[in-house]
């Protein structure tokens, strides 16, 4: 009994891909959510990829890949790409506006090129945006001014104008 339950483990698809030889139906092997973020931060950022790029970017507006797209920003995996996935984002055209305190925090990133990728996402954002999240925002990127280079205050005080129109504030 013992030995059987340890083979249970093999057929477990969160663990392993099985297929079965001799099996006349079609197997699926499920792709985990790893797996698929490992092909996304590939196919957006592998050079051999780029003739494809437009069409995953197609595709992820399409299917509403939104969520998935973040989720690779976020991946430790795509560190050294990351501003790469960013700047995919407005590429896609994929409306990010229910996420802006997320592109706020990658606009105030020590990188220069995942903070203006972000920045430009936030521009090109539709809304619609509640008025706290845009005025939280708006702290949040002033209270991180006093510590930032001169090079990037512009960007943010440019920042600081695109959040006030959001929402009226002159």
């Known amino acids: 009994m013992d030995n059987t339950d340890n083979l249970k483990k093999y057929f477990n698809s969160k663990?392993?891909?099985?297929?079965i030889v001799g099996n006349t139906e079609e197997v699926s092997i499920p792709v985990t959510n790893e797996d698929k973020i490992s092909a996304l931060i590939s196919l957006l950022t592998d050079p051999a990829n780029k003739d494809v790029k437009e069409e995953i970017l197609l595709t992820l507006?399409?299917?509403?890949g939104g969520d998935t797209l973040l989720i690779a920003i976020a991946s430790p995996k795509a560190k050294e790409v990351r501003h790469i996935l960013v700047a995919a984002c407005w590429e896609s055209e994929i409306n990010f506006s229910k996420y802006l305190?997320?592109?706020?925090?990658l606009a105030l990133d020590d990188n220069y090129l995942i903070s203006l990728e972000a920045i430009t996402v936030i521009e090109n954002m539709?809304?619609?945006?509640?008025?706290?999240?845009?005025?939280?925002?708006?702290?949040?990127?002033?209270?991180?001014?006093?510590?930032?280079?001169?090079?990037?205050?512009?960007?943010?005080?440019?920042?600081?104008?695109?959040?006030?129109?959001?929402?009226?504030?002159?």
């Open 101 to 105: 305190p997320f592109f706020v925090l």
């Open 61 to 64: 507006k399409k299917e509403k």
């Open 15 to 19: 663990e392993y891909a099985t297929t």
């Open 126 to 170: 539709e809304g619609p945006f509640t008025p706290s999240d845009v005025t939280n925002a708006i702290q949040k990127i002033k209270e991180a001014k006093k510590n930032i280079t001169n090079e990037k205050v512009v960007l943010l005080n440019d920042l600081i104008v695109t959040l006030e129109d959001f929402i009226g504030i002159e």
